[in-house]
């Protein structure tokens, strides 16, 4: 089947040994005979001999977003792969998973009800996260009367059930403070959560050992914000794409040095550049060297966050490109964190939107537009540039919650132009509408 891609990049030409994972290289032991590792789930799927891409059929949606806008950004619609896609049909080599549990705020899980946490791959169940200062001297004291409690902090995520699929792409969208990049790093153990559990694989995180813990690192990887901070400025390109390598003791020196010069040509970089400093890398450069690193312990998950936010829009296709290219190429499981609705509905089969760290709406993408959503979520796509040619029109007033001191009830309640008594007072559950659709609102 022929690849769905976005211009700016050409075609890949079929990858030589050096492009593939270590183990299909046969350069190294696969990844069951390693220590701490496990195989991966027998249906996921991945580039076959020749390099030719295994992807399920393509989800036709309609087409919503005006000419020109796609001309200037130089991007055009793509099939984005589906809730689900690419995963094995039921769990027969992962029997026994547990029941996800009922969120601690009431609001019924996005999962639905019944699902088991085994469905996905990542689950976080019921997460909170709150950011407190350095509490001092001064604080401690304080602490030792009146105790600790969420008002002592920055309150990021408040009760959140949210799954991942195995080789899905989901969308977290949300404006700034909303919670989503903490939600992507609590997902990948980058943070810990103050309450509530990360499942991987049906499994608590909070119990992985040693052993478990490097498997999960390797099996799952976060692509950064800003890659300039991200990237250690006294290594090269090339320690920087070995060092994953070296930690988990995967292949010989000449074995990584393969690996590494495959990894830039695969995100268009030439292999000359390694001795490079990142300071020596333009932005785009840098965005894809870290995107390299994170491909290059052949994760299973991807948690990209703002992949393309610092980048002009020219790039911005050319890096889209690169995750739609390794997201079919590789089998990956793709979560896009954005603030941008119209840029992850391309290539996002489901989507969830955050505000106040709470979500608001999971949906999936083929019906996004269609239905009568949550307030916010309308005025999100309002505002999308894909919304052009329908002229809808809703200009929010007033500023996002204080996250130290968020409002009761709904947290979109302040701006939102249908909020009632009920809105004010209580919080509104998480329920069911079209199927695969979940709403936090009383109205709907």
């Not at 590792?37 to 799927?45: C, H, L, N, T, V």
């Not at 992507?184 to 959560?193: K, M, N, V």
């Not at 103050?194 to 909070?206: I, M, P, Q």
């Not at 896009?336 to 608001?360: K, N």
Request: glycine share 12%; charged share 25%.
């Amino acid at each position: 089947m022929r690849e769905t891609a976005l211009p700016g990049l050409a075609a890949s030409p079929p990858l030589p040994a050096a492009h593939l994972p270590l183990e299909r290289a046969g350069r190294l032991p696969p990844a069951a005979a390693l220590p701490g590792s496990r195989a991966p789930a027998s249906g996921r799927p991945g580039p076959p001999a020749g390099g030719s891409a295994r992807c399920p059929a393509p989800v036709h949606l309609r087409s919503a977003v005006d000419s020109s806008v796609r001309r200037a950004a130089g991007l055009r619609e793509v099939s984005p792969v589906g809730a689900g896609e690419g995963s094995p049909a039921g769990r027969e080599g992962s029997p026994g998973f547990p029941v996800a549990a009922s969120p601690g705020n009431g609001q019924d899980s996005p999962a639905g009800a019944g699902i088991v946490a085994g469905d996905y791959i990542l689950y976080a169940r019921d997460v909170h996260k709150t950011f407190r200062p350095s509490a001092g001297v001064a604080g401690e004291i304080r602490a030792l009367f009146r105790g600790r409690d969420d008002r002592d902090g920055v309150r990021a995520v408040r009760g959140i059930d949210l799954g991942v699929r195995r080789g899905e792409s989901l969308g977290l969208v949300g404006e700034s403070g909303s919670g989503k990049s903490t939600l992507g790093r609590i997902l990948s153990l980058l943070y810990p959560p103050d309450r509530g559990s990360v499942l991987f694989e049906g499994k608590d995180a909070a119990g992985f050992g040693r052993a478990e813990r490097s498997a999960f690192c390797r099996r799952v990887q976060f692509m950064f914000q800003d890659p300039a901070s991200s990237l250690n400025p006294r290594l090269t390109a090339f320690r920087t794409l070995s060092e994953g390598l070296a930690i988990h003791r995967l292949g010989d020196r000449r074995a990584r040095k393969a690996r590494v010069e495959g990894l830039m040509e695969e995100v268009g970089l030439d292999p000359s550049l390694l001795e490079r400093y990142p300071h020596q890398f333009s932005g785009g450069q840098r965005q894809r060297l870290c995107l390299a690193r994170a491909l290059s312990l052949d994760p299973e998950v991807l948690i990209a966050d703002e992949p393309s936010s610092a980048l002009d829009v020219s790039i911005q296709a050319q890096i889209v490109n690169l995750l739609l290219a390794a997201k079919t190429g590789r089998g990956l499981t793709l979560v896009t964190i954005s603030h941008d609705l119209a840029l992850v509905s391309l290539i996002s089969g489901r989507i969830a939107i955050m505000y106040g760290g709470l979500l608001m709406e999971v949906i999936p993408r083929e019906i996004l537009g269609r239905v009568e959503h949550h307030p916010y979520v309308k005025a999100l796509w309002a505002s999308a540039e894909y919304s052009q040619d329908t002229g809808a029109e809703l200009i929010l007033e007033g500023e996002p919650p204080d996250p130290q001191n968020p409002p009761g009830g709904c947290p979109f309640h302040p701006r939102c132009p249908e909020a009632a008594g009920d809105c004010r007072t209580e919080a509104p559950p998480m329920k069911e509408g079209p199927p695969g659709r979940f709403t936090a609102c009383h109205f709907r």
